[in-house]
């Protein structure tokens, strides 16, 4: 293309429109094609943790009611896309502990945060040192640890008991393993333009 070398102001917004990698700046697709299957940790992504059973999916309202009945209605409100259930299984101090990690695609970063705010989403004291860019709580219940963020356009919800002990622990390290790959798969984009147009110079 010797017309596109000679001219860069031509060949940058071509390069943009069409998609095609520039060295060193991340190309992604929008956060609300992101399949939630992707942001289930895996099988000792935290210590003594696995996996227990196949993974549920729901990619329409309707098969999200089908597991989660009347709450459905609530991921609804906020531009719902897909979310995946995952059972872990792991022991806290040599007791069998169980987990259920719930992640939600809410199409936005917007509706995440949105949903993340409205009360019936749940409730908890905010995070200290979190990681991601979005916010963090977490609670505990008659034994139960509740940990739930917003990351991107995903909203994630973290359930680890019965136990008296460890479940904090726990519960944030599946959370962290979780945004590490939601923010895997949803690279910042690009703020400062001049990183690009210095590629054409």
């Known amino acids: 293309m010797p017309h596109l070398a000679r001219n860069p102001r031509i060949a940058l917004p071509i390069l943009l429109i069409v998609g095609l990698l520039v060295p060193g700046i991340p190309a992604h697709a929008g956060c609300d094609g992101v399949d939630p299957l992707a942001v289930l940790p895996?099988?000792?992504?935290?210590?003594?943790?696995?996996?227990?059973?196949?993974?549920?999916?729901?990619?329409?309202?309707?098969?999200?009611?089908?597991?989660?009945?009347?709450?459905?209605m609530l991921y609804g409100q906020y531009g719902f896309v897909a979310a995946a259930f995952?059972?872990?299984?792991?022991?806290?101090?040599?007791?069998?502990?169980?987990?259920?990690?719930?992640?939600?695609?809410?199409?936005?970063a917007e509706n995440a945060q949105a949903l993340y705010l409205d009360p019936e989403s749940g409730w908890g004291?905010?995070?200290?040192?979190?990681?991601?860019?979005?916010?963090?709580?977490?609670?505990?219940?008659?034994?139960?640890?509740?940990?739930?963020?917003?990351?991107?356009?995903f909203f994630a919800s973290i359930v680890v008991g019965p136990g008296e002990t460890g479940l904090d622990e726990a519960a944030r390290c599946?959370?962290?393993?979780?945004?590490?790959?939601?923010?895997?798969a949803t690279p910042a984009a690009i703020d400062d333009w001049g990183a690009v147009k210095a590629q054409f110079r």
Request: net charge negative; aromatic share 10%; with cysteine.
């Open 42 to 72: 895996a099988d000792e992504a935290c210590p003594g943790w696995v996996r227990d059973g196949s993974p549920m999916t729901a990619y329409t309202l309707e098969e999200l009611m089908a597991i989660i009945d009347g709450m459905a």
């Open 86 to 108: 995952q059972n872990y299984a792991g022991e806290i101090g040599g007791v069998p502990t169980a987990a259920t990690l719930a992640a939600f695609n809410q199409g936005s």
């Open 174 to 184: 599946l959370a962290e393993g979780a945004l590490g790959l939601i923010q895997g």
């Open 125 to 153: 004291d905010a995070v200290p040192d979190w990681e991601g860019t979005g916010d963090a709580r977490a609670r505990v219940d008659f034994g139960y640890v509740t940990f739930q963020f917003w990351e991107e356009c």
